[in-house]
């Protein structure tokens, strides 16, 4: 299924202000809302929506990361994102989304439909757990990053990542990306 506008707005749990109602933006509420009020997220440190955008063969991409966690410092520690499917058959690329993450790579990733989760080691692309508990209580989350290399990719690493998420998340470029993540010169 497609992300599509279904027009109007709703108002962000995180920020307050209004934003394009479409067809997973609830999905997206719940997650930031079971965040905060039963994982113990300060509000502050989640950022909802930050574009993933490259360039594949003179096309512009963009993907976008449903939410990412941040430490006091503002490095990003987790990148969330819902996925329409088994959370499993998301992980390369929630994997790609996190490792080419503006300020990333980013330690931990967790892919999710709001049932069920898979919450990666983003460096080595190893499970860590899966279900809904797999999603860490924030007082948790730094330990867990600690000691992930988050060290620059390659840039030969990085555009096999961006390979990647572009034979991922292609087909998602023509039907959200004016609502979730536009493009310069779109």
């Avoid at 329409?84 to 931990?108: F, H, K, N, Q, W």
């Avoid at 080691?121 to 989350?141: F, H, I, N, Q």
Wanted: glycine share 8%; proline share 8%; aromatic share 6%.
């Amino acid at each position: 299924m497609h992300e599509t506008s279904l027009g109007g707005s709703i108002r962000d749990y995180l920020t307050g202000e209004e934003t394009p109602n479409t067809t997973y933006e609830e999905m997206r509420q719940a997650l930031a809302k079971l965040m905060v009020e039963e994982r113990g997220y300060p509000k502050d440190r989640l950022r909802p929506k930050v574009g993933v955008s490259f360039e594949i063969d003179g096309g512009n991409f963009c993907r976008v990361v449903d939410l990412v966690v941040e430490d006091e410092s503002g490095r990003p520690l987790l990148a969330v994102l819902f996925c329409s499917g088994i959370p499993g058959t998301y992980t390369r690329e929630t994997l790609a989304s996190a490792r080419l993450l503006p300020d990333g790579p980013v330690p931990l990733a967790l892919a999710t439909d709001t049932m069920d989760a898979v919450l990666l080691s983003v460096p080595d692309g190893k499970e860590l757990g899966t279900g809904m508990d797999a999603l860490p209580r924030w007082e948790d989350l730094p330990a867990l990053a600690q000691g992930r290399d988050t060290s620059p990719l390659s840039e030969d690493r990085a555009q096999r990542e961006r390979r990647i998420l572009y034979a991922y998340s292609e087909m998602l470029s023509s039907c959200c990306e004016s609502t979730c993540c536009p493009l310069p010169g779109r």
